[in-house]
């Protein structure tokens, strides 16, 4: 009888297969560099009749697999322990931009940088724009549910999928949603969107487009004060103004990128930055832009600057968006977290934040989404060193405990993958838990794709029995 | 005893906590018993005849829960009115941007449940794209709580969606939790004459301009626009702007520019929300923009002369066509019939005995598959006709 390695092969080429564990090192963590798993073959189709056959080769085989995009997540949800890993990066192809209906239909492995170009030529773009836009994948974008700075105007992945053709674990192709908008019955491409790859792959995903807006102005506000930052974002959202992305950084961060390349002209000695577009179209913005200044000013900010052209923007934008990189330089180890608050809680967590990093004598840097309350405290540590490493543990995991606390959730973006997963129990009950294993159970009753995500799976052992049956 | 549709009122459960629908549904689960669950029945002849011993309305189980106006969300009973919800957020200069059809004594619970939405669909989405959380009974007998209360949220498997638009066949919903938007400083509505196909065919891409932002923007015939009062007869093309003076006037004046409007008084969408309250029939009919117009050409050719009273309204920017008929449709029921060039066809309500031609879309395949898993008696808003 074949391997599997050697039925893969006869689908894809034997170049497209990687077994050797040298080849397979580049495939053992994701962007999150806590995690490292091993898969036991790597296998890359070029295209769909190639991943359909793929996926209906294990299905024979009963082989658990695990899809990547990119490998860009943040989740350790990408990664494969010692099973199949299904990579999608050649499948690159823009199937259609209708620039008409304003959608488009990519494969699975386009980037999403190369969509923005495709939508760019129409005066169009794809809204979500998660910081890793220039090499993470749409299937990567849908599978995880990505946000991005400019999701708090315009919505996540979900918000901006219109229809996926999937194969199921089992090989069978199903249309969820349709590009002409609204469906009869179950929302079942809502439940495929920010499925973490458990309920199988998609062939193609179509998306919605918007017009670019006429007008984007930027400013940046430094605070002297982390709680004045947060005091202000509040009162900017209760306001009703609407930005197209309010960011934050503390003043740790700011630092730490004035300090590298990608310098951006911040403030060095500040507290906190709020980075805020205003976007739309040219009427009434401007009071807008005056509001959010006023609002800056009255909550103690020292200086507001307002880019006046596209490179002043582009130059603004720079800190914030490198931050990460920047972060990457100072160890060897990054441990970056997504949870979201009310926003009204934002002054509050964030100070518990600063508290819970000085207990455990743990810098914590704080970059994030702030309009939408979805932070991401950032540590960088040395990992070979046991006990900083149990430090920083500890400190996120009370962190991310303070956020639950404050009626906030443990991922806003990045998904749950491994990463969180023990977190969970704490978000939701035991019958909630149960019935999402239950839907994971329609789309794959054999449990075969990315198994060990998401839910935990004693949530689902534990639930044999109905609640009915245990009440009777 | 099996009933369809209409029920005495001694059969109706009337649930005020979320422990009572918990332990009716786990009564009926059971009894095996089939149920039919609603909000506050004002959609009564909406949706396919169910097949029920109880009818349990969720009309008592109301009441905001929780509201922060500094976060815009609100959580609220299923029996919470549209009214309610309406009066709760005014006061704090806030709205939900939701406007499904029927009168706003219509519970929120229902219209999550139905994924109803209105002409403000244009700006602020479905309610898939509204709903942060909620929390309901199934049909297996859990009470589940997915999401939760923050604007941002992907943990977990999306139990949300999924009860969104699943009409109760799945169980019933017990309280949402909503994202809100803050009250335009100024809300003004304007009538455009829409013309003849072929200058709609002009005005579509004009007023999908990125320079014109638009809170809704929806066509209405011209019959229809004359009983409202906004038109001598001609189809118009309603349009609502919100957001501060100088927005508003810039953007009248770039309108005035394509076609000079009259302004309407904002209540006119009400009376549009209004339009099925005596409905024999309503189907939307959505497919791409592109077509439009030859869509409602061919629907107004269909239609005309059948001797029915018909509205029709379009959302010119997500391409769906509602069509509502007045009084007997008997007359109308091939014309409403599926056809090649209408991609999707959702029925809200249909003669009774139309419904048994119809497609259950909550039966077969996946869809049956996720029925079964949640509601694997199918005691929750069975069809009488599809799954008996």
């Known amino acids: 009888m074949q391997s599997i390695g050697g039925t893969l092969a006869a689908i894809v080429g034997e170049r497209r297969v990687l077994q050797r564990g040298s080849a397979l090192v580049a495939y053992t963590s994701d962007g999150l560099p806590g995690y490292s798993q091993t898969p036991s073959l790597a296998v890359f189709p070029g295209t769909r009749q190639e991943l359909v056959d793929v996926v209906r080769a294990l299905a024979a085989a009963q082989m658990p697999f695990v899809p990547r995009g990119a490998g860009t997540g943040l989740s350790g949800g990408a990664l494969a322990d010692g099973t199949v890993l299904v990579g999608l990066n050649r499948l690159t192809r823009i199937i259609e931009v209708d620039a008409v209906n304003r959608i488009a239909t990519v494969e699975p492995g386009v980037v999403n940088t190369s969509l923005q170009k495709a939508a760019a030529v129409h005066g169009l773009h794809y809204a979500p724009d998660p910081s890793s836009q220039s090499a993470c994948t749409i299937g990567g974008n849908v599978a995880e549910n990505a946000g991005g700075p400019h999701c708090l105007k ?106 590298s390349l990608y310098a951006a002209g911040y403030p060095a000695d500040c507290d906190a930055v709020l980075l805020v577009d205003l976007d739309g179209v040219e009427d009434g913005l401007e009071h807008d832009v005056s509001a959010v200044e006023a609002i800056c000013r009255a909550h103690g900010a020292r200086e507001v600057r307002i880019a006046t052209n596209v490179t002043e923007r582009t130059m603004l934008w720079q800190g914030r968006k490198k931050a990460f990189g920047a972060m990457g330089r100072v160890a060897s180890h990054l441990v970056l977290q997504d949870a979201v608050v009310p926003r009204t809680q934002l002054p509050d967590v964030l100070q518990q934040i600063t508290a819970i990093g000085a207990r455990h004598g743990v810098a914590v840097w704080n970059i994030f989404h702030a309009g939408d309350g979805n932070l991401h405290p950032s540590v960088s540590y040395d990992g070979s060193n046991a006990e900083e490493a149990h430090r920083v543990h500890l400190c996120m995991t009370e962190i991310m405990q303070a956020c639950i606390l404050a009626g906030g959730t443990i991922t806003g973006e990045h998904g749950v993958g491994l990463d969180k997963i023990d977190y969970m129990p704490s978000l939701f009950d035991g019958d909630t838990l149960a019935a999402m294993c239950r839907l994971r159970d329609v789309f794959d009753p054999g449990h075969r794709a990315n198994r060990g995500k998401v839910v935990p799976i004693h949530s689902c052992r534990e639930w044999h029995q109905s609640p009915a049956g245990r009440a009777s | 005893m099996t009933i369809m549709h209409t029920v005495s009122e001694s059969s109706v459960l009337l649930p005020r906590t979320d422990d009572e629908v918990h332990s009716m549904l786990l009564d009926a689960i059971a009894g095996h018993e089939p149920i039919r669950i609603c909000g506050a ?348």
């Open chain 2, 41 to 388: 029945d004002t959609w009564r002849n909406a949706g396919a005849p169910i097949q029920a011993h109880h009818t349990l309305s969720l009309r008592d189980l109301s009441g905001i829960i929780a509201y922060v106006p500094g976060d815009l969300t609100i959580t609220a009973r299923a029996g919470t009115t549209m009214a309610e919800l309406r009066q709760a957020t005014a006061a704090h200069d806030q709205w939900l941007g939701l406007d499904p059809a029927g009168d706003r004594t219509g519970t929120i619970g229902a219209t999550i449940a139905t994924a109803s939405s209105g002409p403000l669909a244009h700006a602020f989405g479905t309610p898939r794209d509204l709903v942060l959380g909620l929390d309901a009974v199934t049909g297996y007998g859990e009470l589940v709580r997915p999401g939760g209360r923050v604007v941002k949220n992907v943990a977990g498997f999306d139990l949300v969606r999924l009860f969104t638009g699943s009409w109760g066949t799945l169980g019933a919903i017990t309280s949402v939790t909503l994202r809100l938007r803050a009250t335009p400083v100024h809300d003004v509505t304007l009538a455009m004459p829409a013309g003849d196909a072929h200058r709609l065919i002009e005005l579509i891409p004009v007023l999908r301009r990125n320079t014109l932002s638009l809170l809704a923007c929806e066509w209405l015939d011209g019959t229809t626009a004359r009983e409202l009062g906004i038109s001598d007869g001609e189809d118009v093309v309603l349009i609502r702007l919100g957001g501060n003076d100088a927005f508003v006037r810039g953007q009248r004046a770039l309108l005035d520019r394509i076609t000079p409007s009259q302004q309407c008084d904002a209540a006119i969408w009400d009376a549009i929300s209004a339009l099925d309250s005596d409905a024999s029939a309503v189907i939307r009919m959505t497919g791409s923009v592109s077509t439009l117009v030859s869509r409602l050409e061919r629907l107004r050719a269909a239609l005309d002369g059948a001797g029915a009273s018909v509205a029709m309204h379009a959302s010119l920017a997500r391409g769906v066509i509602r069509v509502i008929v007045s009084g007997e449709a008997q007359s109308l029921r091939e014309a409403l019939q599926p056809a090649a060039h209408d991609p999707q066809r959702i029925p809200e309500r249909l003669p009774a005995a139309w419904w048994a031609a119809e497609h259950d879309p909550f039966s077969g395949g996946l869809a049956g598959r996720i029925r079964a898993a949640f509601d694997p008696g199918l005691l929750c808003n069975r069809r009488s006709v599809a799954n008996a």
């Open chain 1, 154 to 259: 315009y919505g996540v992945t979900l918000n901006h999928t219109v229809a996926c053709t999937v194969i199921l674990p089992d090989g069978e192709i199903v249309t969820l949603g349709s590009r002409h908008g609204e469906t009869a019955g179950y929302d079942l491409l809502g439940a495929f969107v920010g499925s973490e790859g458990c309920f199988g792959i998609a062939l193609d995903c179509t998306v919605r487009l918007l017009p670019d807006p006429p007008r984007v102005r930027t400013l940046l506000a430094d605070f002297m004060s982390l709680h004045e930052a947060a005091l202000a974002t509040s009162a900017i959202i209760a306001s009703g103004i609407l930005p197209a992305a309010l960011e934050m950084m503390d003043g740790a961060a700011v630092r730490l990128v004035e300090s």
